[in-house]
């Protein structure tokens, strides 16, 4: 009987020297890429990330939720904020994709900075393209690095996906996403989460969970195209832009 193939004896890019199988994560609250990235945090150490989202995550506990516990002030909106402070990831290496949200103010934003993510907005599109904005996350988070890759289904306009629990008009087409994963062809992703899938918010014709399917056919072939995360194949793929 043939052994499945895996290239787990050559040496890998994790901070113990040993190549690792990916992951994939599916699911509704985005509050579960903490404890993601305090696994992937075990086995690389502190990671870059790209993240795409029509908000920023990064909230401080007291301004979004009010923090009245210690439990509840860990969120979907605060989520990055404490994986910044529990130094999960790596410095000013991390990036926005598809931001369009209500802010409470330019502090908000300053905040962000210090949890090291710069941000493109949803309508950076219309001057960038979707080219640019490949470009820019590419310049960002590099080819030769660990990255995690996080996306929640509300980057896209509501007229795309509909079953989401904060939805924000102004959002990209599924098409504009799925271009932009696409160039994303050569960063070494490690893991990556597909969330914020509601399905009991969907239409009959189930257009989220299309978009959803979709999105993860196009984040597991980067996976496939790059192969295995090894030593001798790091920065494959890496080209100027």
């Not at 696994?39 to 009010?66: C, E, M, R």
């Not at 160039?183 to 899938?197: C, H, M």
Request: aromatic share 6%; charged share 20%.
């Amino acid at each position: 009987m043939r052994s499945p193939h895996s290239a787990a004896h050559k040496p890998g890019l994790s901070k113990h020297g040993k190549t690792l199988p990916r992951v994939i994560t599916l699911g509704g609250d985005h509050t579960i890429t903490l404890p993601l990235l305090r696994s992937v945090n075990k086995a690389y150490g502190p990671i870059s990330v790209v993240h795409f989202d029509s908000h920023l995550d990064t909230w401080k506990p007291k301004v979004f939720g009010g923090a009245p516990s210690k439990q509840a002030a860990i969120n979907h909106g605060t989520y990055f904020y404490h994986a910044s402070q529990e130094g999960l990831l790596a410095n000013d290496s991390n990036i926005h994709a598809g931001i369009r949200t209500t802010l409470s103010g330019l502090s908000d934003y300053d905040n962000d900075g210090y949890c090291g993510f710069t941000r493109i907005e949803a309508r950076e599109i219309d001057t960038m393209g979707t080219a640019g904005i490949i470009s820019a996350i590419r310049k960002r988070v590099g080819t030769k690095n660990p990255v995690y890759l996080s996306i929640d289904i509300d980057t896209l306009d509501p007229a795309f996906a509909p079953a989401t629990g904060t939805p924000e008009t102004g959002g990209w087409s599924t098409r504009e996403l799925r271009t932009i994963i696409r160039g994303l062809e050569g960063i070494n992703f490690v893991a990556a989460d597909i969330v914020e899938v509601a399905p009991a918010y969907d239409t009959n014709a189930e257009l989220t969970t299309m978009a959803a399917a979709d999105t993860l056919f196009e984040v597991m072939t980067l996976m496939v195209k790059k192969g295995p995360l090894t030593v001798e194949g790091l920065g494959e793929g890496e080209e100027e832009l």
